[in-house]
C-alpha cells in the first residue's frame, strides 16, 4: 500500500483548509493511499 502525508495550506483568515482536507482524503482513499499525517498551514 503506498503512504502519504497531506498538507493543506490557507494564506487569509477568511478561507479553511476543510475542504482542501476532504478532496484529498477523498483522492487518497480511492487510490488506495494511507494517509499517515496531515499538516495544515495557516
Do not use: C, H, P, W
Not at 30 to 39: A, N, P, Q, S, T
Amino acid at each position: 500500500m503506498k503512504r502519504a502525508v497531506i498538507y493543506a495550506r490557507v494564506s487569509t483568515s477568511d478561507q479553511s483548509a476543510q475542504m482542501q482536507l476532504d478532496v484529498l482524503r477523498e483522492f487518497a482513499e480511492r487510490r488506495g493511499i494511507k494517509v499517515l499525517d496531515e499538516f495544515v498551514d495557516l
